[in-house]
């Protein structure tokens, strides 16, 4: 009756009763047999549950035409933290991505400049509150790349400067000027066009912010080169943008070597207008080929703006300068 009841019990509980000395039973066939007393357990395997997955390393493209393109050289740049750590990597964009995103900036431009002020308006507060909504990984991404510790307040500042341009669009009116004839001259601001936008270093999220959307919200097209050693802040706004009711082609972002993408944008016939907050001897590179074409453009010569700053970093300084005026003259008789 004893041996019936330890068979029944399992080789588990037989192994238990055996006498000191005694051999245990061997495991069931199959079975990984347990380790040895003082050997660790094997690591478990790749993909076994509860093992984290590896990173993936993934290179940003640029976002040309509404899609995110490869570069045409198939080259990337790294991008280094401020600790000298990789944090990511971004496309090399050249000329032809250049060509690319100027050729898409034209053919967004009559839509979006022809759509009401109240429309673009809507867009970009839908912008801004895409934006709020994934204010931590943006901060985190931030502080990632500058080490400053700033991301929150970087990030909240971007989300303020699109509540403020969404709400100028319908509110950048023109004027009415009585003139020494019998007429009256109705002064009425019109975009620029395709405006390009070479975005300062410093304050990766905010400077871009800053320097593109004023343009956007008056009803032009940007091409943007972003801050060269930290445009990872630049290349995650593209699925906010995506998301946004923002027309393809509206924003487009090239990454890269900012000196030979600025060259080619003065030096580009159908950009309207360029915007340059970088250093001087770029700037006066952009004055001088733009003579040829007669390209407006607005340059910085080198000044370090505080983007932080409402005076410096934003105000109608930045719509005006995102405008020309045409003049209307309605004569009127006795």
């Given at each position: 009756?004893?041996?019936?009841?330890?068979?029944?019990?399992?080789?588990?509980?037989?192994?238990?009763?055996?006498?000191?000395?005694?051999?245990?039973?061997?495991?069931?066939?199959?079975?990984?047999?347990?380790?040895?007393?003082?050997?660790?357990?094997?690591?478990?395997?790749?993909?076994?549950?509860?093992?984290?997955?590896?990173?993936?390393?993934?290179?940003?493209?640029?976002?040309?035409?509404?899609?995110?393109?490869?570069?045409?050289?198939?080259?990337?740049?790294?991008?280094?933290?401020?600790?000298?750590?990789?944090?990511?990597?971004?496309?090399?964009?050249?000329?032809?991505?250049?060509?690319?995103?100027?050729?898409?900036?034209?053919?967004?431009?009559?839509?979006?400049?022809?759509?009401?002020?109240?429309n673009?308006?809507?867009?970009?507060?839908?912008?801004?509150?895409?934006?709020?909504?994934?204010?931590?990984?943006?901060?985190r991404?931030?502080d990632?790349?500058?080490?400053?510790?700033e991301?929150?307040?970087?990030?909240?500042?971007?989300?303020?400067?699109?509540?403020?341009?969404?709400?100028?669009?319908?509110?950048?009116d023109?004027?009415?000027?009585?003139?020494?004839?019998?007429?009256?001259?109705?002064?009425?601001?019109e975009?620029?066009?395709?405006?390009?936008?070479?975005?300062?270093?410093?304050?990766?999220?905010?400077?871009?912010?800053?320097?593109?959307?004023?343009?956007?919200?008056?009803?032009?097209?940007?091409?943007?080169?972003?801050?060269?050693?930290?445009?990872?802040?630049?290349?995650?706004?593209?699925?906010?943008?995506?998301?946004?009711?923002?027309?393809?082609?509206?924003?487009?972002?090239?990454?890269?070597?900012?000196?030979?993408?600025?060259?080619?944008?003065?030096?580009?016939?159908?950009?309207?207008?360029?915007?340059?907050?970088?250093?001087?001897?770029?700037?006066?590179?952009?004055e001088?080929?733009?003579?040829?074409?007669?390209?407006?453009?607005?340059?910085?010569?080198?000044?370090?703006?505080?983007?932080?700053?409402?005076?410096?970093?934003?105000?109608?300084?930045?719509?005006?300068?995102?405008?020309?005026?045409?003049?209307?003259?309605?004569?009127?008789?006795?």
């Amino acid at each position: 009756g004893a041996a019936l009841a330890a068979g029944q019990q399992g080789p588990e509980a037989a192994a238990s009763a055996a006498p000191p000395g005694t051999p245990a039973a061997s495991a069931a066939p199959g079975a990984p047999a347990p380790p040895a007393a003082g050997t660790a357990a094997p690591a478990p395997r790749s993909g076994a549950p509860g093992t984290p997955a590896p990173a993936i390393d993934r290179t940003a493209k640029l976002y040309i035409g509404g899609k995110q393109s490869r570069p045409d050289s198939d080259y990337s740049l790294d991008v280094l933290g401020a600790d000298g750590r990789r944090v990511g990597e971004v496309g090399r964009g050249n000329r032809k991505d250049i060509r690319n995103a100027v050729e898409a900036a034209h053919q967004a431009l009559p839509g979006w400049a022809g759509a009401t002020a109240h429309n673009r308006a809507q867009v970009l507060y839908y912008v801004a509150e895409n934006l709020a909504a994934r204010a931590g990984e943006f901060a985190r991404r931030v502080d990632a790349m500058t080490g400053a510790g700033e991301g929150a307040r970087e990030v909240e500042l971007a989300v303020r400067r699109l509540f403020a341009y969404a709400a100028w669009a319908d509110k950048w009116d023109g004027a009415v000027h009585h003139t020494p004839f019998r007429n009256v001259t109705l002064a009425m601001p019109e975009p620029l066009g395709v405006v390009g936008v070479v975005c300062p270093e410093r304050w990766p999220l905010l400077g871009f912010v800053s320097a593109v959307f004023p343009a956007v919200s008056l009803g032009n097209a940007v091409v943007a080169v972003p801050s060269e050693p930290w445009p990872l802040a630049a290349t995650d706004l593209y699925q906010v943008l995506d998301t946004s009711d923002l027309p393809g082609g509206v924003v487009n972002i090239v990454t890269g070597p900012r000196a030979a993408l600025t060259e080619t944008l003065a030096g580009h016939y159908d950009v309207d207008g360029l915007w340059h907050f970088g250093p001087e001897e770029e700037g006066a590179l952009v004055e001088r080929l733009a003579a040829g074409n007669m390209k407006r453009t607005w340059v910085d010569h080198g000044l370090q703006r505080d983007w932080a700053d409402p005076v410096q970093g934003e105000g109608t300084e930045f719509l005006r300068r995102a405008t020309q005026v045409k003049n209307i003259w309605v004569p009127y008789g006795e």
